[in-house]
Nanobody, 123 residues
Framework: QVQLVESGGGLVQAGGSLRLSCAASGLTFSSYAMGWFRQAPGKEREFVAAISRSGDSILYADSVKGRFTISRDNARNTLYLGMNSLKPEDTAVYYC????????????????WGQGTQVTVSS
């Protein structure tokens, strides 16, 4: 049974930082591209960042480029998202997802999803 468990969310002031983690089990982690997505109330789920199986290919949404950093540790089966210079518009539930294939921005093409972790940025 595949499980993706996010952690590290919370309440932070604008300009602050957080680091999200996603612990994976039940799959060969190094065989999956991984992504972070987010969903704010009343909005569709949107792409944040994605990383290839080996980490040599990384994609970012324009809205987070230069502020967020995606990384992975295949030995620990863990995906990370470092978030700096947070803005109120970054407030959302953040989800990690796994895809058995190339790294992509489209949420519907990811096979497995976590339950999400709430990030709230106050102004």
């Amino acid at each position: 049974q595949v499980q993706l468990v996010e952690s590290g969310g919370g309440l932070v002031q604008a300009g602050g930082s957080l680091r999200l983690s996603c612990a994976a089990s039940g799959l060969t982690f190094s065989s999956y591209a991984m992504g972070w997505f987010r969903q704010a109330p009343g909005k569709e789920r949107e792409f944040v960042a994605a990383i290839s199986r080996s980490g040599d290919s990384i994609l970012y949404a324009d809205s987070v480029k230069g502020r967020f950093t995606i990384s992975r540790d295949n030995a620990r089966n863990t995906l990370y998202l470092g978030m700096n210079s947070l803005k109120p518009e970054d407030t959302a539930v953040y989800y990690c997802a796994a895809r058995n294939g190339a790294v992509l921005r489209t949420p519907n093409l990811y096979n497995y999803w976590g339950q999400g972790t709430q990030v709230t940025v106050s102004s």
